[in-house]
Every structure is written in structure tokens, then in C-alpha cells.
């Protein structure tokens, strides 16, 4: 039981560059959540997902998209990387909703240049 | 608009003495609220919600409508309790949290 795999660890890109955040939870969880810690600012909602097929935009969408296409996968898709983006990722999964508590991934860092 | 407010950046106490982390909300329904714990270099961790009622590595929290407050507490604070803590606030049918910006423990010895 590995609970919720983030890859990769660290990435740098360059200013409008894509790339994909990767998010795997064996848990059979059905709630999974994309957040951004930023200094001073604490963990921010990007887009969470209530069952597969099924996603939403949280606070902070802009420049970000996902699919739920499994229960288990969860990827952050940055379109166009800027510097604003720059940050710490975290992956989160629960059971039963934000009520049962979440289960973190161990995060990437993002730097973007 | 649902807030959740941690006033103090970092708090540094000495080992064995008591320890209060602040956190005061903002929302209009009932709300359900949570302490996450995150220490150095590892992810962020359940510490404790106020529905169960529990009480985890010695840290309680009690939540005081009246008050709109859920303060984290420990009697006497130990070098390992050393971490980040983030006080969250869950928006009944949101499935979502709004967490606070968070308070670095530091407990010198």
C-alpha cells in the first residue's frame, strides 16, 4: 500500500513550457484534490474530483486542467509554464471526503524559469 | 466568506512548556474542522479533527462555536513536535478545505 505517489519530486522549466504532474493513490479512494503551498499563503485549492469522470475547479484553476479518467490517477497539466507557478504541489486523496480526513502525496517542487 | 485565520507565523516555546496553536474560522454553517501537521522535509499529515474527539501525540482541540475557534493545544511540548501545522476548515458539501497560512512550532530545548 503505497497511499498517494506524486512524480516527480523537483522539476525546473522554462517559461512556457507544458508539463504534466503525475498523482497515483492505491487506496480505492474516491475524492482526490490538487493544492499549491505557497509561503505566507498556506495550501490553495487548484481542481479536485469527486469519482472518475468527474472534476472541478477549485481557487486557484488558472493555467491548470486535469482528468480523472481512473480512479487511481489524478495528473496536473500546467499549459503554458510561468513564473507564477513557481511552487510546492501536492496531491491529496480521501475515502469519503474532505469529512474523513486527507491523505497527502510527499509533493512537487516547481520552479519555473 | 469562509476563512480560516492562523495569527501567529511562528511560535517558539521551550521543551516542557505548554503549547497553544491559534486558530479562528469564519463560516456561516457548521463547520468541520481539522489540524494537519507537517514536519521537516515530509508531507503533510492528519493530526486531528474536532468530530472525533481524539487526541494525538498528546495535542487536543477543542472547537468553540461562540468563539469560532479551534485552538490546538499540548500541555507540555517536546523537540519532535517541531513542525509546520495548518489548521483546515471543511465547507459542509464542498468536498473541499480552506486551510490556514499555517504556523511553524519550534520547541528548543
Known amino acids: 500500500n503505497a497511499g498517494v505517489t506524486q512524480t516527480p519530486k523537483f522539476q525546473v522549466l522554462k517559461t512556457g513550457q507544458s508539463m504534466t504532474l503525475q498523482c497515483a493513490q492505491d487506496?480505492?479512494?474516491?475524492?482526490m484534490s490538487w493544492y499549491r503551498q505557497d509561503p505566507g499563503m498556506g495550501l490553495r485549492l487548484i481542481h479536485y474530483?469527486?469519482?472518475?469522470?468527474?472534476?472541478d475547479q477549485g481557487e486557484v484553476p488558472n493555467g491548470y486542467n486535469v482528468s480523472r479518467s481512473t480512479t487511481e490517477d489524478f495528473p496536473l497539466r500546467l499549459l503554458s509554464a510561468a513564473p507564477s507557478q513557481t511552487s510546492v504541489y501536492f496531491c491529496?486523496?480521501?475515502?469519503?471526503?474532505?469529512?474523513?480526513?486527507?491523505?497527502f502525496g510527499s509533493g512537487t517542487r516547481l520552479t519555473v524559469v | 466568506a469562509q476563512r480560516v485565520t492562523q495569527p501567529e507565523k511562528l511560535l517558539s516555546v521551550f521543551k516542557g512548556a505548554p503549547v497553544e496553536l491559534k486558530c479562528n474560522y469564519s463560516?456561516?454553517?457548521?463547520?468541520?474542522l481539522f489540524w494537519y501537521v507537517q514536519y521537516s522535509r515530509q508531507r503533510l499529515q492528519l493530526l486531528l479533527r474536532h468530530i472525533s474527539r481524539e487526541s494525538i501525540k498528546g495535542f487536543t482541540a477543542d472547537l468553540n462555536k461562540g468563539e469560532t475557534s479551534f485552538h490546538l493545544k499540548k500541555p507540555f511540548a517536546q523537540e519532535e513536535d517541531s513542525a509546520m501545522y495548518y489548521c483546515a476548515l471543511s465547507a459542509s458539501g464542498t468536498y473541499k478545505y480552506i486551510f490556514g497560512t499555517g504556523t511553524r512550532l519550534k520547541v528548543l530545548a
Open positions: 474530483s469527486v469519482g472518475a469522470g468527474i472534476t
Open positions: 491529496a486523496s480521501s475515502y469519503k471526503g474532505e469529512r474523513d480526513g486527507y491523505t
Open positions: 463560516y456561516s454553517g457548521s463547520p468541520e
Open positions: 487506496m480505492n479512494h474516491e475524492y
